[in-house]
């Protein structure tokens, strides 16, 4: 594969960055302070709200969605250092209406949805007009093996009715999030494991849908967005409702996670050049025991480790999109787990030694690398824990030299 990127490529860059440079970075102690004033955390945050019709007239509206005439025409490859870009600031991928979970689930909508749901919910979603949950994870099994996954989807007539507990349901605390995506079993009893799961769209305001309580992470309530804890209580909505049919869970499951593997890692990366930024302009400033930071043996080589872990991480990513662009998700399935488990690793140790250069400093709100580092901790468990990619690349690497089973 070639990793030079395009012209195209290299324009979008260049236009993306632009924005950031004007209207993002300087922007980060308003959010921050907007955030720290709000009377509600979960509204909508004023500044993201702004820059959003800025990002649109720029032409930097919903850059992702390959093969879709929704979206910008970009493929994998051509989306990732876009995201990257993006990723640097942990908010700012919204103001581009190029937020998880909204992307995952809009490419679900526009891939394995009908004309109606596309109409009723994907344009919604594409406008900004409305925000979205995914719901998989539950708190009384171990979801890590999603087959163990309890929710009930039950049908009756016309309508499916839905039992269940779910958390971890990304961007559930936001006001505007108008629709679920559920996976639950509507075939429990199905000797196929992996066919007893559907994915079925369910309206917030349907009855029966009660938010228990927002999770928090490493202490914050990561407001606006926020991870939910609910609880579906006899919900019956439309049979119509659900997305590519009885059993199809885990295949939709498969097509949503990849692409947004891509973007969650491909935003890591950017919070961990960001990191790396800071890091080299705390060296340059800080001068102690008598000469700078910057001149410190262990300082100039733990910068010189961190570009060598962000650039190896990134080229990787890149390999895994060329993958599934050119030979799709299923052949790509080993570089997509790789990256699953290379690239949060990385993040949380580039992070980490930002935090150790800004000293007491790296631990506080002041220098955002907290956060940063609880979101890059954090994706070592979602989209799968680090384990399960580990077991599922082990095998596949194995396989090739296993000697085939003879017919039986």
Known sequence: MDFAYTDKVNALRERVQAFMDEHVYPNEATYAAQMANAPDRWQPVPIVEQLKPHARKAGLWNLFLPESHYGAGLTNLEYAPLSEIMGRVPWASEVFNCSAPDTGNMETIERYGSAEHKKRWLEPLLEGEIRSAFCMTEPDVASSDATNIQTHIKRDGDDYVINGRKWWSSGAGDPRCKIFIVMGKTDPANPDRHRQQSMILVPRDTPGVEIKRMLPVFGWDDAPHGHAEIVFNN??????????????????????????????????????????????????????????????????????????????ARLQVLHAAWKMDTVGNKAARTEIAAIKVAVPNMACRVIDWAIQAHGAGGVTSDFGLARMYATARTLRIADGPDEVHRHQLGRMELAKYKPARPNA
């Open 235 to 312: 919900v019956r909505v439309p049979a119509s409702n659900i997305l590519l049919g009885e059993g199809r869970g885990f295949e939709i499951a498969q097509g949503r996670l990849g692409p947004g593997r891509i973007h969650h890692c491909m935003r890591s990366i950017g919070l961990a050049e960001y990191a790396l930024e800071k890091t080299c302009k705390r060296a340059i400033e800080r001068v102690p025991f008598g000469k700078p930071l910057a001149d410190q043996g262990v300082m100039i080589e733990r910068i010189a480790e961190m570009r060598i872990q962000i650039d190896m």
